[in-house]
């Protein structure tokens, strides 16, 4: 518990908070750019709002706001599941961290040195992150 307010408190004082203006076109454009090759977002009936085909990453509908590790037919690496056991929400904060250094922020959240994520890609930008996360909020 004491990590996790320390994460929390850490988010907070970075700027990693929602005070980031946040830009779901920008989001979308950059999700088709650097996520849509990995990832998908594809609702309950099986209709794609994002992305391509590609399943090397979970499907990304719904995460705004949701507990880590809910996609039934992806294979979690044991970093996010452990996170994911430990409580993590994918609120704006959390999100935006992860991917600012996914294996850096999971090292953080579980303090386990060794865990790893399966995503290598980092954004360049907080603001493009919070696009991000505007982008799949908005497909809900």
Known sequence: MIRKLAIG???LISGAGPSLAQDASEGAAIFDAQ??????VRDAAGQTLAG????LG????????Q?????????YGAGLKAAAEDGLLWDEANFIAYLED???FLRSYTGDRGARSKMA??????SEAADLYAFLASLD
């Open 9 to 11: 408190f850490a988010l």
């Open 35 to 40: 996520c849509a090759a990995c990832h998908v």
């Open 52 to 55: 391509r085909t590609g399943r």
């Open 58 to 65: 979970p499907n990304l509908f719904g995460i705004a706001g």
């Open 67 to 75: 507990p880590a590790g809910q996609d039934a037919e992806y294979r």
């Open 102 to 104: 996914p294996n850096d």
């Open 121 to 126: 890609w980092q954004v360049r930008l907080k």
